[in-house]
């Protein structure tokens, strides 16, 4: 009798968290019809249907949704035996899967890489950039080892270290280089560009400025700094954006960058992993590696 391998409950999750075949080929880069026979022999070994195949979209039985967390486990708890494997060995070697928001990737994750190869050549590293919602339940789910976010997470099964406190500064057009900064009042009159719903930059920068984010605003939204910048380079509006990012975005971009006078807008930009993943120790030692970069 056929029974249940690792390789079935992989293909599973894939298919599960894609809810379509193709794009879970491609993440588990495999061919869809050879994901597509594995899928099918765990059903028959099964003997009961585990995805409804639509013609847009895949979506779960009512087996399959009870299926999928006890499948997560177990390919939770393989990995994290894989890791205590690792840990035990110097340095770090292996894959390493790091999270990472937009607000921080393109500008942290040259150093970081770098830093990283340099100091343990045997490493794979695989970035994740997504919003931290996604993050968090990517690593309570162990499909990511670590994640560098804005603090606080204030998840009781995570251990959170700070990395760095970042300013926020004002962009706006060239013209208006020479004005006196605005105050919080003054922004809430102005045309303040943001990044779309979901960004907890977006968040941070509402609640420095008082304002609510129902609210209902004359306003841009965003995927990227780079696009907000690039409006106010246009002569659209204001926005905010971390110290961090200021560098690359303002460039090529027309416009101006001012402090914001005491007390100014901040974060604290930290990494975050499960408390019960092996390579604690060794997580704590790239935290380190990354304040110095």
Not at 15 to 42: D, N, W
Not at 196 to 224: N, T, V, Y
Not at 228 to 246: F, Y
Request: with cysteine; charged share 25%; proline share 5%.
């Amino acid at each position: 009798m056929t029974k249940i391998t690792l390789k079935h409950l992989r293909y599973f999750e894939a298919v599960a968290l894609h809810r379509h075949f193709g794009h879970a080929a491609e993440a588990c880069a495999i061919s869809q019809p050879a994901l597509s026979v594995q899928i099918k022999e765990l059903e028959q070994i099964l003997q009961t249907t585990l995805f409804e195949r639509g013609t847009r979209n895949t979506s779960l039985t009512s087996f399959g949704a009870e299926f999928a967390p006890r499948a997560r486990a177990i390919l939770q708890g393989v990995d994290e035996l894989q890791d205590m494997a690792r840990a035990a060995k110097q340095g770090i070697v292996g894959r390493l899967r790091i999270g990472i928001i937009p607000t921080i990737a393109p500008y942290l994750l040259p150093d970081i890489i770098t830093k990283l190869m340099r100091t343990n050549p045997d490493i794979d590293i695989q970035v994740r950039e997504t919003l931290t919602s996604h993050l968090i339940n990517e690593l309570a789910d162990g499909r990511i080892d670590a994640a560098i976010v804005a603090l606080p997470v204030s998840e009781p099964a995570f251990t959170e270290v700070a990395l760095f406190e970042e300013k926020f500064v004002l962009v706006r057009p060239e013209a208006d280089r020479d004005k006196p900064t605005p105050d919080r009042a003054r922004l809430t009159e102005m045309k303040l560009l943001l990044l779309e719903e979901g960004h907890c930059f977006r968040d941070q920068a509402l609640s420095f400025c008082d304002i609510q984010s129902d609210k209902a605003r004359e306003a841009l939204d965003a995927s990227s700094l780079s696009t907000l910048v690039q409006m106010v380079g246009a002569g659209i509006g204001v926005t905010l954006i971390p110290e961090i990012a200021v560098a690359v975005e303002t460039q090529s971009a027309r416009v101006a960058v001012c402090s914001f006078p005491e007390p100014q807008p901040t974060r604290t930009v930290g990494m975050i992993w499960r408390k019960t993943n092996p390579l604690s120790a060794k997580l704590l030692g790239i935290a380190d590696l990354i304040r110095a970069a």
